[in-house]
């Protein structure tokens, strides 16, 4: 493995002219990118700039509609399950099992990704340490803060040692703590394992301290790519937030409420 | 082989995950038992004089397998809906990014969502049990419990079938009124088939369901519309047909 791991030089994500569009909607126009093993990757974006598609593509979640894309030597339309054994991901919203325990979670993604037992016990418990959840391994997933979920899904998109880790607007709601802790986490797991980091986020801050570089990208285009003192030059701002609103303006995007997040409202208010 | 044992394990824990969330809430197994039980005494003692002067026997007895077998229908319709709920909350979308195949999913969650239906129809067995329902031969209930797994997976997998297609629960009182009801009241669960007009009797035979019921019934209290080996056939066709449907329009979800 270690000796495999430097000898490919080719991409491991690699977009070319990616087009989405949902009806006379296009949700992304023309995306193109590289990313090289390891790099730690932020596509950064207003509300609606076509970031959580194009990551739905690069998962296999979502066709595209034009474009060719590779991820870890793989089309994710012709090799949907090399793709997704490729990656691990942390989708923008919860997606654990309210109603099973914590473990229970963990060890359901690791029978689902075919991962031994033999090797699954011994790195669940590593993996729930990490995340300091290990205590709370019996507790239903339902009982948990938002921050704790967000800790779990980390470990549970982990544990299959992905390459590719996709975490789409991973500190949303956290305290600076739990960010500052996961940060630390997925620094060292692209030192040790050389994992590539694919993020977003709306924080510029995350984006210009944590990202080795950074795309951003507004009405489905690309607008910038390089690392943020490159965008700062390149926009002549003092940081990557100006830069931001410098390269998309300073309107306020509207996103129209999916009936997901229409019915987890309603989900919430009967909770009460 | 291995990839064989992992599919294996793979279906077990899909299966194992619908128990755990079944046995997690009893509030939901003692709700959904009401209605049968409803129905059961409701109709049971309320009709069974007039059933009995119809020189029709004991209306508890027909009524019991009909019963059971809408215990089935719904929990199992329900269970195949139940993936708007994971598609609500996100939770089937880590199942849909992990390297499994669609039809790897549908089949063990089909085979959960069965075995709780099938759970819930013993429950109202023995609840008729307790109000005086009397099988004629206590070893029939064996292969009855056989064509109550057929009926269970038959309605699972149209649930899931039609749960592909819906992304929110708006379309539930639709599915209740067009589809679930429908299916349970032209079925012969509640009345004989012998003796109603010719074109409901055409009706409830264009219906799996009927089929599944006089099985079940002709088990355990005897005189079957039609052969055993019809019924089965037909639940085993039409079950595996909407396995296909549904496994095909699962794999058609994207998040």
């Known amino acids: 493995m270690n000796s495999l791991r430097y000898m490919s030089t080719q991409p491991i994500i690699s977009v070319k002219n990616l087009v989405k569009s949902f009806g006379s909607v296009t949700a992304v126009k023309n995306i193109s990118f590289e990313i090289e093993p390891g790099e730690i990757f932020a596509l950064l974006g207003p509300n609606g700039a076509g970031k959580s598609t194009t990551i ?10 034009a474009g060719e894309i590779r991820l870890n030597g793989f089309n994710p339309v012709e090799r949907p399950e090399a793709v997704r054994r490729s990656f691990g991901i942390v989708f923008q919203d919860p997606t654990l099992d309210n109603d099973l325990t914590a473990y229970e979670n963990m060890e359901y993604h690791a029978v689902l990704y075919a991962v031994p037992k033999s090797v699954y016990v011994s790195r669940i418990k590593e993996l729930m340490e990490l995340v300091e959840l290990w205590d709370r391994r019996t507790s239903f997933v339902r009982d948990f803060s938002g921050g704790m979920k967000r800790r779990l899904e980390i470990a549970r998109g982990l544990l299959h040692h992905p390459k590719v880790f996709f975490l789409d607007e991973p500190t949303v709601g956290l305290d600076p703590q739990t960010r500052n802790h996961i940060w630390n986490y997925i620094h060292e797991l ?16 995350e984006a210009e301290r944590q990202a080795s570089r950074v795309a951003i990208v507004d009405h489905g285009s690309i607008v910038a790519t390089g690392t943020a003192m490159e965008l700062k030059n390149q926009t002549r701002t003092a940081s990557l937030e100006d830069a931001f609103l410098a390269l998309t303006g300073t309107s306020i995007r509207s996103e129209d409420a999916s009936a997901t997040d229409a019915m987890r409202a309603h989900a919430r208010a009967w909770r009460r | ?60 007895s027909f009524l019991a397998p009909g019963i059971m077998s809408m215990a089935i229908l719904f929990t199992s319709i329900f269970s195949g809906i139940e993936i708007i709920w994971d598609k609500q909350f996100g939770f089937l979308k880590e199942t849909l990014v992990a390297p499994v195949s669609r039809w790897t999913i549908m089949f063990g969650r089909t ?55 819906l992304n929110d629960m708006q379309g539930f009182q639709l599915i209740m009124n067009f589809v679930v009801m429908p299916i349970f009241f032209l079925s012969g669960a509640i009345f004989p088939l012998d003796k109603v007009p010719v074109a409901l009797a055409d009706v409830v035979k264009l219906n799996p369901l009927s089929y599944g019921i006089d099985a079940v019934r002709g088990l355990l209290i005897g005189n079957p519309v039609f052969p055993l080996t019809v019924d089965a056939t037909v639940l085993i066709a039409v079950a595996a047909f909407l396995m296909a449907l549904g496994a095909w329009l699962f794999s058609g979800i994207q998040a």
């Open chain 1, 56 to 65: 739905k593509i690069l998962t296999t979640v979502l066709e595209p509609t």
């Open chain 2, 1 to 60: 082989m291995n990839s064989y044992n992992a599919t294996i394990r793979i279906i077990y824990t899909l299966w194992l995950r619908q128990l755990k969330r079944y046995w997690r809430s009893p509030a939901r197994i003692v709700g959904s038992l009401g209605q049968p039980l409803l129905f059961l005494i409701a109709l049971g003692y309320g009709l069974g004089a007039v059933f009995q002067q119809a020189g029709q026997g004991n209306f508890i």
């Open chain 1, 190 to 205: 692209n030192t040790r394992e050389h994992t590539t980091i694919f993020f977003t986020t709306h924080y510029m801050d």
């Open chain 2, 111 to 165: 085979l959960g969502g069965a075995t709780v239906a099938l759970i819930q129809g013993i429950i109202v067995f023995l609840l008729a049990l307790a109000i005086g329902f009397r099988p004629i031969n206590p070893w029939m209930i064996v292969p009855a419990l056989f064509f109550m797994l057929l009926i269970a997976l038959l309605f699972t997998a149209l649930g899931t079938a039609i749960a592909s297609r």
